[in-house]
């Protein structure tokens, strides 16, 4: 257990680093390019990975090192993009659809009611 738990820390240290240099190279004025660059490679590479895994062409503790750790760190849709994927695989159409419909609409609310009662709290504008 403490290996896969430093392997997954290993790759998020270095994805979460990877983040913030792309957010670098980026510009982001008026878009965020960086946001959109690491969620569009990263949800590409974890669907790979996916693959890669139940092929066994991996082992596990590469896909937490890769999957979990680093392209976690990385991304903010990688996680979410594979496990949409698996439902609708299982034919759980209805249950991706939920899923990314509550995912698409709560987290944007939870983020704004969060910085609004941040504000709020610390007396900002």
């Not at 949800?43 to 139940?54: C, V």
């Not at 993009?81 to 990314?100: D, F, H, M, P, W």
Request: aromatic fraction near 8%; charged fraction near 10%; glycine fraction near 12%.
């Amino acid at each position: 257990m403490l290996q896969q738990v430093v392997m997954v820390a290993l790759g998020g240290g270095i994805g979460a680093a990877l983040r913030y240099l792309s957010s670098e190279w980026f510009s982001n004025e008026g878009f965020p390019y960086a946001t959109l660059a690491v969620n569009l490679v990263g949800s590409f590479l974890m669907g790979a990975l996916a693959i890669a895994l139940a092929e066994q062409v991996i082992s596990k503790d590469l896909a937490l090192l890769f999957g979990t750790g680093l392209l976690g760190g990385l991304t903010t849709m990688s996680a979410f993009s594979v496990e949409t994927i698996r439902l609708i695989e299982e034919q759980q159409t209805g249950i991706a659809a939920s899923y990314v419909g509550l995912t698409m609409v709560l987290c944007p609310l939870l983020a704004f009611i969060g910085w609004k009662l941040s504000e709020t709290i610390l007396g900002s504008t």
